[in-house]
């Protein structure tokens, strides 16, 4: 939505919440339909809601944290989750046609942030695991596993 359509839905937000205006009373001081205020005052809404749930995860992420062994592999497979889930939350906004994107919802924010951190751990794992020989530094002939 471009900025001028979020002001536009912000100021009609106003009018409604602190003035009490009818959707047909604002739409006619903007000469637009009423139709139009509701879709614009209801993306205000969605957006608000959007704002106050990032704003709880921002809290809890930074209250409470979380203490997890995992395997190289089983970061690898998280990793894989979530680009699958990316990868869909994608198809989904392209099939919406931009309304509403969902790669800006708390869990798609949430699973761009897990995906690089885990990609950040897998990389010092393998590093780590170089620097101490415990991965095979030689790499494995597949044309001979027959």
Partial sequence: MSEQRIKLAE?????????GMT???????????????????????RR????RVREMYQQENRQL??????????????RRILAFYQT???????????????FQEPDCVTAEYLSSRFGELEKEKRRRAQENKVLSPKPIDISKMD
């Fill in 11 to 19: 100021e009609i937000a106003k009018l409604r919440e602190q003035q």
């Fill in 23 to 45: 959707f047909k009373a604002i739409g006619e001081m903007y000469q637009i339909s009423p139709g139009k205020v509701s879709y614009l005052y209801q993306d205000f809404l």
């Fill in 48 to 51: 608000r809601r959007l704002a």
């Fill in 65 to 78: 944290t979380v203490s997890v062994k995992m395997t190289l592999g089983e970061i690898v497979v998280l």
């Fill in 88 to 102: 869909w939350v994608r198809r989904e906004s392209l099939r919406r046609r931009g309304e509403n994107p969902l």
